[in-house]
Nanobody
């Protein structure tokens, strides 16, 4: 089995910072891309940032210049450093990993349980 466990969410004032972490564990053979998505109340889940094994990353326009995604391949962990947070960043943030289990021959997407980020004005 595979688990993605997120941490680092919370309540912060506008202009503040938070750092999210997501660690993948279990019977993992290989991880390809990893990323962060978010879903605000009444809205669809959207991609925030993603990073591949070569550390090439892409970001939603709304977070460019404020958020930074990184990963530690040795720890199967992906991070999201969020600076200059805005009230519109309030959402549940989900970790995603495109990985292959040891018992498999193909890659599949896996999700964390989500962590709440609330930015007060």
């Amino acid at each position: 089995q595979v688990q993605l466990v997120e941490s680092g969410g919370g309540l912060v004032q506008a202009g503040g910072s938070l750092r999210l972490s997501c660690a993948a564990s279990g019977s993992i053979f290989s991880i390809n891309a990893m990323g962060w998505y978010r879903q605000a109340p009444g809205k669809q889940r959207e991609l925030v940032a993603a990073i591949n094994t070569g550390s090439n990353s892409n970001y939603a326009d709304s977070v460019k210049g404020r958020f930074t995604i990184s990963r530690d391949n040795a720890k199967n962990t992906v991070y999201l450093q969020m600076n200059n947070l805005k009230p519109e960043d309030t959402a549940v943030y989900y970790c995603n990993a495109f990985l292959m289990q040891q018992s498999s021959s193909y890659y599949s997407p896996y999700w964390g349980q989500g962590t709440q980020v609330t930015v007060s004005s």
